[in-house]
């Protein structure tokens, strides 16, 4: 609907896509391809992606990680910690020798927040707006404390341990979709890059092309 509705298919000389739902991913291939009338690259481990993957079994890292460092090492230099905030949320390791040697993973803060509010009788919704204070006084701003504030320790406390791990300081990246959520009260060492994955989508499909 978008490219058809919002732009001309003829504009077009190929596409790429990144996807974590392989049941989709061959629908999705097929309708660019049908719309633009040239091929669509897949992100996967058959495409030339230029990243080193020092993990246990490298096949399983998911398309959009392996894009997200791949934008970030053509904008920063390594090493790199970065925390990608979706569905769920990812915190990237690439070391100094710009290799991807694993990550972390939790439970998102909109999945995370809704959890809490579904199964607790007398919490209701949040917005997920940070309140002006840590310490929420009445039950709306002491939940998007939580969740907000909450997510942002989080992220800072495993970014130090990290750092502490590999012995070095890293360059922090913060991304994904629900990164605008904390972007404004995390430590300021944190660089927001909400298009990171595009860069990383853009590299990817020149390296093949």
């Known amino acids: ?118 199964n607790t009788a007398q919490l209701m919704d949040v917005s997920l707006v940070p309140p002006n204070k840590v310490i929420g006084k009445n039950s709306p701003d002491s939940l998007n404390s939580g969740a907000t504030y909450g997510t942002c320790c989080m992220i800072e406390g495993m970014a130090s341990k990290i750092e502490a791990e590999l012995g070095y300081p890293c360059t922090r990246i913060l991304t994904g979709g629900n990164s605008y959520l904390i972007k404004d009260i995390i430590d300021k060492s944190f660089i927001h890059e909400p298009k990171l994955i595009l860069e990383g989508l853009k590299c990817i499909y020149y390296k093949n092309k």
Not at 28 to 40: G, Q
Not at 51 to 77: M, R
């Open 1 to 118: 609907f978008f490219l058809t509705h919002k732009l001309n298919p003829n504009d077009f000389n190929g596409a790429i896509i990144s996807s974590v739902i392989p049941s989709l991913t061959l629908t999705i291939k097929t309708a660019v391809e049908k719309l633009i009338k040239h091929e669509c690259l897949v992100v996967n481990k058959k495409i030339k992606t230029g990243l080193n993957i020092k993990i246990d079994n490298p096949s399983e890292l998911g398309a959009d990680l392996v894009t997200d460092c791949v934008g970030a090492l053509a904008k920063y230099q390594a090493p790199l910690i970065i925390a990608d905030l979706g569905t769920a949320n990812k915190i990237l390791v690439v070391d100094k020798n710009g290799s991807f040697v694993g990550c972390t993973i939790s439970v998102g803060v909109k999945i995370g927040a809704k959890s809490l509010t579904n």
